[in-house]
């Protein structure tokens, strides 16, 4: 089945170490987005890319960084200059068949310990 | 950005209709009007969109107002299962890629 993929599902980090959470979509999506949600908030955009080879920031993209080697691939580092890393991610892509509709993965949380 | 206004909580009894109202009195012509719903620790399900006139599907109907600075996501006939938080969200379109900008969406509660 086609779908948004992310892994991990959980994460634990120490505090000044980078990690990079997955995202792969199989649905052939031009665009794919990185979200951030932290708990009882609504979600805020870091990154996002509308072809391979090229990204823009969003709203909240100091301290990650992305690549978009890929069209299926989409991977999110969260560096250690992100101060307050502890949160819920979302990957996110759109395009093809799907249009204008952005369809989400099931999202990865990341602990920093 | 156009702005979205959203009810913190809405309260709805199982196999009633649920009407989820939003604000978007900023936006313009060219923007579509998303609906979104998250259960705890999920990932964002897509309902429905809209640009000028009403829509349907099996999970739900959008009514816009002809000035288009507001809407209402109606469920016809709630069930638990519904009971999620409902992000009313505008489109915003740019020459570098699209992309949506979440509010604070409402709680709603399907009551048995």
């Known amino acids: 089945d086609g779908g948004i993929t992310q892994s991990p599902k959980y994460l634990f980090r120490k505090e000044g170490q980078n990690v990079t959470l997955s995202c792969e979509q199989n649905l052939n999506h031009d665009a794919m987005y990185w979200y951030r949600q932290d708990p009882g908030q609504g979600l805020r955009l870091i990154y996002y890319s509308q072809i391979v080879n090229d990204f823009q920031k969003g709203d909240i993209a100091e301290g990650y960084s992305v690549s978009r080697e890929k069209k299926e691939s989409f991977p999110l580092t969260v560096t250690s200059a992100q101060k307050n890393p502890t949160a819920f991610y979302l990957c996110?892509?759109?395009?093809?068949?799907?249009?204008?509709?952005?369809?989400f993965g099931e999202g990865s949380w990341l602990t920093v310990v | 950005d156009a702005k979205t206004t959203q009810p913190t909580s809405m309260d709805c009894a199982e196999g009633r209709a649920a009407n989820l109202p939003c604000n978007h009195s900023t936006i313009s012509g060219n923007e579509y009007v998303y609906w979104y719903r998250q259960i705890h620790s999920q990932g964002p399900q897509y309902i429905i969109h809209?640009?000028?006139n009403n829509e349907t599907n099996e999970m739900a109907s959008l009514i816009i107002t002809e000035d288009r600075k507001s809407s209402t996501l109606i469920l016809p006939h709630a069930t638990l299962r519904d009971t999620a938080v409902y992000y009313c969200?505008?489109?915003?379109?740019?020459?570098?890629?699209?992309?949506?900008?979440f509010g604070e969406g409402t709680q709603l509660t399907v009551n048995p």
């Open positions: 809209g640009l000028k």
């Open positions: 996110a892509s759109s395009g093809g068949r799907s249009g204008n509709t952005i369809y």
């Open positions: 969200i505008v489109r915003v379109v740019e020459t570098s890629g699209s992309r949506l900008t």
